[in-house]
């Protein structure tokens, strides 16, 4: 296993390349960078190439391969759900870094997707949480994302009670 950095890929004698990395659009650089570093040298021809994305397929990541022109050399995309990563034996957590950066400087929404996959996740394990309680209008998205997606997998049970408690500053 080797860090995901720019430039030439370590040289080693295998037949499959497997990319592991978070749906960033900065590493995809580095993918493309390390496969046009490989083409160069005559390896793309005798090697596979996979990406696998943590947690979840990016269309913006794929489209920044394309545009890097390496799309066509992988062999197959996708993507690894980890959702919770245990941080103690009664604590776990999403690990989501940039959550507040993307909802409130960059007004992109889509990490509530990931959330409420999470947790969707979760209640598939150990069942529907009886009370639901959040503060805000993410924290509905998120519920409603949620309810969306059980539905969709055809849960049949009673639905949560819910509490969402909203601010003025909330909008």
Known sequence: MFQLKPGRL???SVK???FITRPEVELMDC??????SEE???????KEYQLIFVSRRSAVCEQRLKDKGVYGTLTS???LPVDFFPLDS????MELDNVFKDLYVDNEISSLHQIAHGLTSLQSLYGIFPNVVGKGRHARNVFELMTRMRRDIGVDCDPPHVSVVRHSHDH
């Not at 160069?40 to 005798?46: D, K, N």
């Not at 009664?90 to 957590?93: A, F, L, N, T, Y």
């Open 90 to 93: 009664d604590v776990i957590s």
């Open 16 to 18: 499959n390349i497997l």
């Open 10 to 12: 370590p040289s080693i």
């Open 40 to 46: 160069s040298q005559g390896h793309s021809a005798s």
């Open 31 to 36: 993918i493309a960078d390390n496969l046009h």
């Open 77 to 79: 995309i996708d993507e």
